[in-house]
């Protein structure tokens, strides 16, 4: 009886993220996952410390949240990842969620990136995986809520290394398939951003061509290689700056409204 309770709630949580298109629920909560750029550093310096400036598009509203490293809904403020990972300042989170806000509706931001993580470190079974499906779960438990997106910016750590880079494809795929699953939402629209310009790793276009081309449905791709970046250590740190941070959020945005939103 118990087995067939669970089977059953889990069904009525998978209809509900999958008839709930067209529209924005009450509470539409977005996780924000990868590394340094989806962490965000726009805004800080060599010395790995934030200027603290907050542009106009960033600014808190209290209809947008952000899910605690406590596990709690609170209202969302710069930095977004505070607390969940370091450094970090200014990034594509809060411009996004400020894009998409309608009058009545709630965005609650689930920020799990983490700085320097290869692909290999979310495969499922790793910790930033595991901990990024806590705190998915904890998100709808702390007050429901509808899964909406999946906003993935990541590849840098694995755009210097040529095996790495090769078997990228393959691994992102899986990554993307295995979330999916874990969160009851086969057509979870996920939104990735492929990577910027600056630094010239040695195998940014092979990771490039994967972010480009997953063959998935229902991934879309905002690509970054216009936007202003810092390069620092070798050209091997390459970050957008705070108004790179606001462009992206804004094209993610843009993609989420008119081709994630249907």
């Known amino acids: 009886m118990a087995q067939a309770t ?3 709630v889990m069904v009525l949580l998978l ?66 990842h505070q607390g969940i990972s370091a450094p970090c300042g200014v990034g594509p989170g809060l411009p996004f969620a400020n894009s998409i806000l309608q009058h009545g509706q709630t965005i ?13 470190d979310w495969q499922r079974g790793t910790s930033n995986y595991t901990r990024a499906l806590t705190r998915a779960w904890a998100a709808v438990g702390q007050g429901g809520g509808v899964f909406r997106a999946l906003l993935w910016y990541q ?36 939104i990735q951003v ?13 990771v490039r061509e ?6 998935l449905p229902n991934v879309f791709c905002v690509d970054a290689e216009t936007l202003n970046v810092t390069i620092q250590n070798d050209n091997l740190h390459v970050h957008l700056d705070t108004r790179s941070q606001v462009k992206l959020g804004k094209a993610l945005a843009n993609v989420f409204l008119n081709d994630a939103l249907v």
């Open 6 to 8: 669970v089977a059953i």
């Open 15 to 80: 209809i509900v993220n999958v008839e709930c298109c067209g529209r924005l629920w009450q509470r539409n909560i977005i996780l924000l996952a990868g590394q340094s750029n989806m962490v965000g550093e726009g805004g800080v310096n060599g010395s790995l410390i934030w200027d603290g400036l907050v542009p106009p598009e960033s600014q808190p509203n209290p209809n947008i949240l952000r899910l605690n490293p406590e596990l709690q809904w609170e209202v969302a403020r710069e930095p977004l």
């Open 108 to 120: 609650g931001l689930v920020p799990c990136a983490f700085v320097q993580t290869n692909i290999d």
């Open 155 to 190: 590849g840098e750590a694995d755009s210097n290394d040529e095996a790495r880079a090769e078997s990228y494809k393959g691994k992102l795929v899986q990554f993307f398939n295995d979330l999916r699953n874990d969160l009851l939402s086969p057509y979870l629209p996920i």
């Open 194 to 206: 492929a990577l910027a310009t600056g630094g010239n790793p040695k195998y940014k276009e092979t």
């Open 210 to 215: 994967a972010q480009l081309n997953t063959g």
